[in-house]
Structure formats: C-alpha cells, structure tokens
C-alpha cells in the first residue's frame, strides 16, 4: 500500500472535500482520511510526506496533442523568434545538424513577436537551401513553407484556392509559402510520417513531460492538421498492448470519419464492454473545426476585425455538412467535441447541436465546444441550457491578452475566455492546455483563470477581469467537470474510494498563498494508476 500523509487533502467529493491523507491500494484509492487514520490502515508500504502541500485527483488536460507535444520537444523551436532574421538563423542552426532532405518541421513560431508582420519563404529560403521546411505558427492554424518544401508539394501560382483555408500570394501571384487552415494540406500531405520507432519515443517523452506537470489524464485531440486516419490511436493502441501507457488518453478521430468510428464501437473489437475500450485508452469522440484561429485571423466572427475591415474569418467546412456529420455521428452514440474560436463559429455551433438535439431527441450526449472563445452575450445561457461543455485554456488568455484587443477591440474582449460568465449562466467548464500550442501545466492555467494577468504584465489586475475565477472552481474545471467530459466521472476525477490512484502532490498549499504565486508551486509527485510515474 502506498499513503500520502501530511497534507491539504482536496478531494473534489463535495461530499467530503477536505482530508490530511489518502491511502492507495494497486490501482485503487482506498481510503481518505486523517495522517493518524491512514497510517493506522498501512502497514507495510512506501509513504509519501506531503509536508503540508496540497494533494489533489490528478489533473486532466482536456485539450491536449499529445503526439504533437511529444514530436516539439525534439523539432525546431521558434517560439522565440523576434525578428525574422532570428527566425532564419535559428532555422539555419537547426538545419546544420539533420541530414540533407530531411525535413524540417515543429516550429511554433508567433508574428506577433516580431510585430505582426506575416513572413515569407523568402525570408528563409537562403537560410535551408537542401530542407524542406514546413513550420506552423503556435497556434497551428497557418504554417510557412520554403520554396523547396511548396516544390516537394507541387503548389505554385496556377494551385486553385481552398474553401475553408488562404493559399497567401504575393503581388504576382506566386504563393509566399504562408498557408492558412484547410490549405495546410496541400504541403501536410506531402510530409513523411515518421517511422514507428519515433512515434513511439514522441509518446514516451510527451507522457514523461505532462506527468512532470500532474497530468495523469489527456484527451487527445488528434493531428495538427487533421488527418482521416488513425494513425495516432495506433500509437497509443501499441503501447497500450505493450504495457507502456502511463497517461491516460481519451482519444478523438476525425468527425468525418464517424461512420468508422461507429463501425469499431459496435465491433466491440478496442476492447472494453462498451467496445470503446477501457480506463486507460478510450474512443468516442470526434474532433471537428467551424473556424480557425484569432491569431492567424480566420476565426468567424459576425463583425469585421477591428484590424481588417474587410475580414470576418472563415468556416473551415459547410455548415450543412458540419451539422449532418454532427447529427449523425450523436443520432448513432458518439460524441461530437467541435473547435470553435469566433463569436460567428460559436453561434453556429449551438445551433447545429441545438438542432442535433431536436432531430434525435433527448439523451445523456455532452456536446463540447472546444475553446468556446469568444462569445456573444446572449450566447452565453445557451450552453447551459443546451448541455453544451465549454472546454477551454485558460492560458490562451494570458497570451492573447496581449493583443486580442487590436483584433478585436475592447467590447468583444469583454467575452472573451467568459469563464465567469459561463460558470454564472449554470454552464459546465473544462480546462486543458492545448499542448503543443500552450504548456501542458495545469499549473499555470490555474495562475491563468484566478488572475488573467497577462504574459507582459501589463494587466495587474487581469485583462478583463471580471472573468476571473475561484481556485476551488479552477481545481474543479483540471478533475471533476474534466472527468465528466469523457464519461468517466465513475472511475476518476476525485479522491474517494473505489476510484483509480491518479494523485498530484505538490509543494505548497495554493489555497493559503496569493493567486499571483500559485504558478510558483511545483510538482513533488504525479502517481498514476497507484504508480508514481513522476518524483522531484
């Protein structure tokens, strides 16, 4: 048996929300109670001393790219490139120690950082003249390429436009290598998938990086861009079968692809009574896109940008196809989880599951609306009203506070990340990282969602603060309401008895220090499945 003793025990059981201590017995928490209880229980076993620091359900990154993740921490990093000559020269670098042809790809670079100017394969042709390069800004919503990487894709200025997606051109019409949404294709096809070998080592290392950061659950969001396939439930189905899985996955396909994902539910053939497999690797859910994204702007709005008059984003797919794939796939049980960023998008998403909701009629569905960005006020009740589960980062408000408001302007940011807003209207809200595109620590998306002080600072008192929420209500949005977003609150999400052994131990006690300092704490122990999978 292994006990954690010592600590601020929160439990997230309403029903006993506080304790000192908590024993685990295999895969099973099996009892909570005072350091003096448990102890008297043990008997021979490892003891963890909490001294003090807070223990908490382990946490669940409810929007997350888990194979993505695990892929950056060995691609090109350009996050921090500041001006376009550091965006080639960090590139040059990189390509110095890989094979020629190899490609190159990861990225994650902002605009914003170098003043928002958009850039162009000419600003790094010279710098990777024998690597195709296709790198995509953080938010994976447009990608650059170099000229040998559109060659490799076969794309030049005779290419026709993309519904849903920007080919960018120049003045002569060639394009400049920048591709927006449903365009990222034309080069993402072309991309090599990596061997078996390297996606089972991105695995590994994204499951060892989110579990130093208290995550023992994720829901897999898929492929950034989408892909049909499943390539990435393959990676997980292996090493569940080899016994390696230590994070537990809740794992979206395509929305277009329901008809086989109904298919394998019904074979019962991943596994599980259910045929959706078992606590740790489970299918279900389908990922679907309305829009894009606010930093690339082409996320639907039903104003213009405040910045681009003529501009009020795009919609990735048809609304009459989305909303068919959306009936369908909840008419035959699964489970519909849908981007949506612009005020536009989320409108038009309440009313395609709204509609969903009369054709099918009533039942225990949990609609999603992943990020659920930026919303008009009078949508707000309606996902109460309608079930709807807001699933969003609270760190992406931290980080386009910095700027949303030269997008978007003063009173639509005023909804925007409407955390408060929601919870108030009766609404359920989940939190993750979006992980390659935030950092997967539940730490700072706490620190994010109690402050809203932005990543520059210059917001004290938050941007905009008055979507500001509790500690406690946070705690909830990373367990409890996290867990019932995939159906598993039975089996997870809480402290209690019965339950799996998923526990954070950390160093301090977040409820007895300033909001401004929860960031500061740190991770003393991930257990996942009553092993300890994490130790500082």
């Known amino acids: 048996m292994t006990t954690i003793v010592n600590g601020r025990v929160w439990t997230g059981d309403a029903a006993r929300p506080w304790a000192e201590a908590v024993a685990l017995q295999g895969d099973r928490i099996a009892a909570v109670g005072s350091t003096k209880e448990i102890r008297a229980r043990a008997g021979a076993g490892r003891e963890i001393d909490a001294r003090g620091g807070l223990v908490?359900?382990?946490?669940?990154?409810?929007?997350?790219?888990?194979?993505?993740?695990?892929?950056?921490?060995?691609?090109?990093?350009?996050?921090?490139?500041?001006s376009r000559e550091a965006l080639a020269r960090t590139l040059r670098s990189f390509a110095e120690q890989i094979p020629d042809g190899a490609w190159i790809t990861g990225g994650d670079?902002?605009?914003?950082?170098?003043?928002?100017?958009?850039?162009?394969?000419?600003?790094?042709?010279?710098?990777?003249?024998?690597?195709?390069?296709?790198?995509?800004?953080?938010?994976?919503?447009?990608?650059?390429?170099?000229?040998?990487?559109?060659?490799?894709?076969g794309l030049s200025r005779q290419t026709a436009d993309v519904d849903g997606g920007t080919i960018v051109r120049g003045p002569d019409g060639d394009p400049t290598g920048l591709l927006k949404d449903n365009a990222m294709k034309l080069v993402g096809r072309v991309v090599p998938r990596p061997p078996q070998d390297l996606e089972d080592r991105a695995l590994d290392?994204?499951?060892?990086?989110?579990?130093?950061?208290?995550?023992?659950?994720?829901?897999?969001?898929?492929?950034?861009?989408?892909?049909?396939?499943?390539?990435?439930?393959?990676?997980?189905?292996?090493?569940?079968?080899?016994?390696?899985?230590?994070?537990?996955?809740?794992?979206?396909?395509?929305?277009?692809?329901?008809?086989?994902?109904?298919?394998?539910?019904?074979?019962?053939?991943?596994?599980?009574?259910?045929?959706?497999?078992?606590?740790?690797?489970?299918?279900?859910a389908l990922k679907g896109f309305v829009d894009g994204s606010l930093g690339s702007r082409t996320a639907a709005f039903h104003e213009p940008y405040a910045d681009a008059s003529d501009n009020i984003g795009l919609l990735?797919?048809?609304?009459?196809?989305?909303?068919?794939?959306?009936?369908?796939?909840?008419?035959?049980?699964?489970?519909?989880?849908?981007?949506?960023?612009?005020?536009?998008?989320?409108?038009?998403l309440l009313d395609l599951f709204e509609a969903a909701v009369a054709r099918n009629?009533?039942?225990?569905?949990?609609?999603?609306?992943?990020?659920?960005?930026?919303?008009?006020?009078?949508?707000?009740?309606?996902?109460?009203?309608?079930?709807?589960?807001?699933?969003?980062?609270?760190?992406?408000?931290?980080?386009?506070?910095?700027?949303?408001?030269?997008?978007?302007?003063?009173?639509?940011a005023e909804t925007t990340y409407a955390c408060r807003s929601l919870l108030d209207a009766g609404a359920t809200i989940v939190f993750g990282s979006d992980w390659f595109v935030a950092p997967p620590a539940p730490l700072e998306g706490l620190y994010a969602a109690i402050t809203r002080r932005t990543l520059d600072d210059r917001?004290?008192?938050?941007?905009?603060?008055?979507?500001?929420?509790?500690?406690?209500?946070a705690l909830r949005a990373y367990t409890v309401s996290a867990a019932y977003a995939s159906f598993e609150e039975s089996i997870k999400g809480q402290l209690s008895p019965g339950l799996v052994a998923d526990v954070v131990v950390l160093d301090r006690d977040l409820f007895a220090m300033p909001p401004a300092e929860v960031r500061d704490a740190r991770v003393m122990a991930t257990v996942a499945g009553g092993t300890i999978v994490h130790e500082a």
């Open 56 to 82: 908490t359900p382990g946490f669940i990154d409810s929007h997350i790219h888990l194979l993505a993740g695990g892929f950056r921490l060995t691609e090109v990093q350009l996050r921090r490139a500041s």
């Open 109 to 153: 670079w902002d605009h914003e950082q170098w003043g928002g100017e958009l850039p162009s394969r000419t600003w790094i042709d010279q710098a990777t003249p024998r690597h195709p390069v296709w790198v995509s800004r953080f938010d994976g919503h447009m990608a650059l390429a170099n000229s040998l990487a559109l060659r490799e894709a």
């Open 205 to 284: 290392a994204g499951m060892r990086y989110v579990a130093a950061r208290g995550v023992t659950s994720v829901h897999h969001m898929g492929s950034v861009p989408p892909s049909s396939t499943w390539a990435d439930v393959e990676v997980f189905r292996r090493a569940l079968d080899a016994g390696r899985l230590r994070t537990r996955i809740y794992a979206t396909v395509p929305l277009p692809a329901w008809r086989e994902l109904h298919e394998v539910v019904s074979s019962r053939d991943f596994g599980g009574h259910d045929g959706q497999g078992d606590e740790w690797l489970r299918i279900g």
């Open 316 to 348: 990735v797919h048809a609304p009459e196809e989305l909303g068919q794939w959306i009936t369908d796939a909840d008419r035959h049980g699964l489970h519909p989880v849908v981007h949506a960023i612009g005020d536009r998008a989320n409108t038009l």
């Open 361 to 412: 009629g009533p039942r225990d569905r949990r609609f999603r609306i992943e990020h659920a960005q930026h919303l008009r006020r009078t949508d707000i009740p309606r996902f109460a009203r309608l079930g709807v589960i807001a699933s969003m980062q609270p760190y992406h408000a931290i980080d386009d506070g910095r700027w949303a408001e030269r997008a978007i302007g003063s009173a639509r």
């Open 459 to 473: 917001h004290a008192d938050g941007w905009v603060p008055s979507q500001r929420i509790s500690l406690e209500e």
